[in-house]
């Protein structure tokens, strides 16, 4: 299953895939036909640098790089299905990732490009905003990064306000946000997705302990981030 606002990529690099086989495909055609017409035999050099100038071989290597690209395009933009178990006094991971740092209330969680990159509810609650900042693409994981393109999405829950900041980075240029003002959402549910990697910080409300510690690895939905003292799910 791909994630919501990427299908327009896979199948942009799928066709262009298609298209390179097609002039692949044709250029061959056309190298046998020019071979008929010749009266003695092309030797095996000639044959080279007859396929080499007709482009076929251009061909060849760009269908097998855009074919590459799509593999590449579909693995990152994968969105496998997670059953969250609801958890009123604990808050889950919004992203895939590792924890990066964690600045008082304030846990961030650093994508690569290997990781699953749909974000994800941390409670249940209703968004009571969602504002988007332009700014730089820096690295994520770095101190400067606090200038870069951002989304903050406000969350008003039964335990006090949730902000999940996504935040643009070197190479990821496009925050997608699938929730609105007003919007009452699940704990778990899909929030949005940041494409080809950054950060997302979330900000945990006073009565939670925080339970992870920098370097650990997290799972959006799945993995508890902070609970409440002597309570499980």
Not at 49 to 57: T, V
Not at 77 to 87: A, E
């Amino acid at each position: 299953m791909l994630a919501k606002g990427s299908h327009s990529w896979v199948f942009t690099v799928s066709l262009l895939t298609i298209a390179m086989g097609f002039m692949y495909v044709t250029s061959r055609l056309q190298i046998f036909n020019v071979q008929s017409m010749v009266d003695v035999p092309l030797l095996d050099e000639n044959t080279f640098f007859l396929n080499l100038f007709s482009g076929s071989q251009i061909f060849l290597y760009s269908t097998f790089g855009f074919g590459l690209l799509t593999i590449f395009f579909v693995f990152f933009f994968r969105d496998p299905k997670r059953d969250s178990t609801l958890c009123k006094n604990c808050i889950l991971a919004p992203a895939d990732g590792k924890i990066s740092d964690i600045r008082g209330r304030k846990v961030c969680i650093f994508m690569n490009l290997y990781n699953v990159h749909v974000n994800r509810a941390p409670f249940c609650g209703k968004v009571l905003s969602v504002k988007h900042f332009k700014g730089n693409y820096l690295p994520a994981f770095t101190k400067d990064s606090s200038r870069n393109e951002r989304t903050n999405i406000l969350l008003q829950t039964s335990v006090g306000k949730i902000e999940v900041t996504q935040i643009a980075g070197f190479l990821a240029r496009r925050i997608v946000t699938y929730v609105e003002e007003g919007d009452e959402i699940l704990q778990g549910e899909k929030i949005g997705m940041i494409r080809l990697g950054s950060r997302v910080d979330v900000t945990i409300p006073e009565g939670f302990d925080i339970c992870v510690s920098k370097g650990d690895r997290v799972y959006a939905g799945d993995t508890k981030i902070a609970k409440i003292p002597h309570h499980e799910r």
